[in-house]
């Protein structure tokens, strides 16, 4: 059992039923689930992941004061610690100092003003290029058990992806820093006789393709230990999760270099091919540089096209 499952039996068994039978009244403006930080809201926690953090539990949203005011919030903090603190074998465990609640009654505005700066989902220009990619991710990632007003569904659809013109410019800056490591410094760090730093090229190229192909995507990165797992489960590109894995967990002797060298060319052939058929670039080769730019120009809002190329990475 995965702790998205943990949490959708423990709220089903226990916490549904104490809200209809406690707090009837307060139903219609209640929402519950669970999002968030936590590799649960995103299924990729395992037997191993039950060391820290596994618990039962589930997020129950409120509305503002003026529709659920403090002391109905308390009355339900209060019925939530009340429920069983074992469930399935699964303690739960008391409220971390360090990495704060990530179950229990939170205000929905608090909730995603935390997450995003934004109490409603309307994100500015600056919020977008801003806010970090793996909060976005926590505010539209896990499941919500239900929700009566709708008003988390409507805040995480509003947050589901990037606007498109912030998707291209990522990717404009992100393909720029592709080109910068993996097609030009990594020939130069080795020509100096440096194969830490032409590793480190390597892990910068590996790290831009790896946004890249998210962005392609139109998926959220996840956090970087879960890269791989969400990678091979994206519909497009999926295939190159091998050679990216190979790029990094390879040394830099001068058996190998030639290859690397070769399997990073591979990599931006592909990609360039992909940007061709999307008609986001129509730069005749696999030069990455030269295929930032001409996705930049895709931007339609003049001045976020004219801010400098890496301005949303």
Not at 3 to 9: A, D, F, M, N, P
Not at 15 to 38: C, D
Not at 183 to 195: F, G, I, K, V
Request: aromatic content about 10%.
């Amino acid at each position: 059992m995965n702790g998205l499952e943990l949490s959708r039996s423990y709220f089903e068994e226990f916490g549904k039923p104490m809200l209809e039978e406690q707090f009837p009244q307060l139903l219609p403006h209640l929402a519950a689930g669970l999002i968030g930080s936590g590799s649960e809201c995103s299924g990729y926690d395992d037997d191993i992941s039950q060391d820290h953090d596994f618990a039962p539990g589930f997020c129950l949203f409120l509305p503002g004061e003026d529709v659920v005011d403090r002391r109905s919030a308390f009355q339900l903090e209060r019925a939530y610690a009340k429920l069983p603190k074992e469930y399935k074998g699964f303690a739960r465990p008391a409220l971390s100092p360090v990495g704060g609640n990530r179950h229990g009654v939170l205000r929905t505005e608090e909730f995603f003003m935390a997450k995003t700066g934004s109490p409603d989902g309307d994100l500015t220009l600056q919020q977008w290029l801003t806010v970090p990619e793996q909060s976005l991710l926590e505010a539209t990632k896990g499941e919500i058990f239900f929700d009566n007003e709708g008003a988390m569904t409507r805040i995480r659809a509003a947050l589901r992806y990037y606007p498109e013109d912030v998707r291209l410019k990522r990717l404009a800056g992100y393909l720029l820093l592709m080109g910068q490591a993996g097609q030009y410094n990594y020939a130069r760090c080795l020509r100096h006789n440096e194969p830490a730093a032409a590793q480190l090229a390597v892990c910068e190229f590996v790290k831009s393709t790896i946004s890249v192909i998210f962005l392609l995507n139109s998926t959220y990165q996840p956090y970087y230990k879960w890269t791989f797992r969400a990678l091979c489960a994206l519909p497009q590109f999926s295939d190159l999760a091998e050679p990216l894995s190979w790029l990094l967990t390879t040394d830099n002797s001068p058996e190998l270099c030639p290859a690397k060298a070769a399997r990073i060319e591979e990599i931006a052939v592909v990609i360039s091919d992909h940007l061709a058929d999307q008609s986001l670039s129509n730069i005749p080769d696999s030069e990455l540089e030269a295929h930032a730019y001409a996705v930049n120009d895709h931007v339609k809002d003049a001045v976020l096209r004219n801010m400098h190329v890496l301005a949303a990475v």
